[in-house]
């Protein structure tokens, strides 16, 4: 019989954390180095927990073999790691109100912005906030990004806008066009006019392989009636550059992914929406003065490029 209410208060953060270790190890006893335990007393904890649980949450094996969770554990366990995700971020929140003008700011990013945005923000912020240290994590997937904002890894996270579905507010900074990155061999860069949508109808194309804004570009090109025919993908900006620089295709990239390069021509996507940049940050979390003070940096940042951004395009 399921426990009732009364029994379940017994639930105690230490169990939880033991069947998380457990559900990530598929050990006790790697799951008892992850979190500084003996395996005895994971075994308790676990035991514990199925005592007030009412429910086996351990497929327990002999010999070699991964230990595996019940149907119960795997149900279990995905509200365990909601509840040791808020604990992290309630000890991020604290960090960061004892540190006030100082401590730790915890920045998720990808390639483009990077290189592109975050260099001219920080410049800015640290002449404000000298004692704040920022420490950057990269990604090419803003879910990977986002994940870790949830957890309470992360203070701030670029992202692209709209952001996937979760406990997140966010503020729009900038419009990133789509170009196509075209070799100066091929007849398509004989003008540095907008490249209509119906050009790209037959021709091998070049992308980035986890952007989720590629797969909302393709989704695009496929409502517009354009089956796109990619030969080539890669999550490194120079690589998809350099195939398009050399004819295997033309690489679809949005304009802050572009470096100069005399090899190639670079023309817009004529009629296609931008890839619009964010930063976010959980919703439920304290937002300390410093974060505030980067976010703010950050737009006003991003709209002194927006005159800018012509230079990047053909000319």
């Known amino acids: 019989m399921i426990s009732n209410a009364t029994q379940w208060a017994r639930i105690e953060l230490r169990h939880l954390v033991a069947l998380q270790a457990i559900a990530e190890t598929a050990s006790f006893g790697r799951a008892a180095l992850l979190v500084g335990y003996t395996q005895s007393a994971i075994s308790q904890q676990i035991a514990a927990l199925e005592e007030i649980v009412g429910e086996r949450l351990i497929e327990r094996s002999r010999g070699p073999r991964p230990v595996a969770l019940t149907e119960a554990g795997q149900?279990?366990?995905?509200?365990?790691?909601?509840?040791?995700?808020?604990?992290?971020?309630?000890?991020?929140?604290?960090?960061?109100?004892?540190?006030?003008?100082?401590?730790?700011?915890?920045v998720g990013s990808y390639q483009s912005v990077s290189a592109r945005i975050l260099p001219g923000v920080l410049r800015t912020f640290f002449e404000a906030w000298p004692k704040v240290e920022a420490r950057l994590t990269e990604d090419g997937r803003d879910d990977v990004l986002l994940a870790s904002?949830?957890?309470?890894?992360?203070?701030?996270?670029?992202?692209?806008?709209?952001?996937?579905?979760?406990?997140?507010?966010?503020?729009?900074?900038?419009?990133d066009p789509w170009v196509a990155v075209i070799a100066t061999s091929s007849p398509l860069a004989n003008?540095?006019?907008?490249?209509?949508?119906?050009?790209?109808?037959?021709?091998?194309?070049?992308?980035?392989?986890?952007?989720?804004?590629?797969?909302?570009?393709?989704a695009y090109l496929r409502r517009q009636g354009i089956t796109p025919n990619y030969v080539f993908h890669s999550d490194d900006n120079g690589a998809v550059r350099g195939m398009a620089a050399v004819g295997i295709g033309i690489a679809l990239a949005p304009t802050l992914a572009v470096e100069p390069d005399p090899r190639v021509v670079v023309r817009p996507l004529a009629d296609t929406p931008?890839?619009?940049?964010?930063?976010?940050?959980?919703?439920?979390?304290?937002?300390?003065?410093?974060?505030?003070?980067?976010?703010e940096t950050a737009r006003d940042y991003c709209q002194s490029l927006v005159g800018e951004m012509a230079y990047r395009l053909p000319g």
């Open 274 to 295: 931008p890839r619009v940049i964010g930063l976010a940050w959980q919703r439920d979390r304290y937002r300390s003065q410093a974060m505030r003070a980067f976010v």
């Open 191 to 218: 003008t540095t006019d907008p490249l209509p949508l119906s050009a790209l109808a037959g021709q091998r194309l070049i992308g980035f392989r986890q952007c989720r804004t590629s797969a909302l570009l393709e």
């Open 75 to 106: 149900m279990l366990v995905r509200h365990a790691e909601a509840v040791v995700a808020h604990l992290r971020a309630a000890q991020s929140d604290i960090a960061a109100f004892q540190a006030g003008e100082a401590g730790l700011l915890r």
């Open 149 to 175: 904002l949830a957890r309470g890894e992360l203070d701030l996270s670029f992202t692209v806008i709209p952001p996937l579905d979760g406990p997140f507010e966010t503020v729009e900074l900038l419009s």
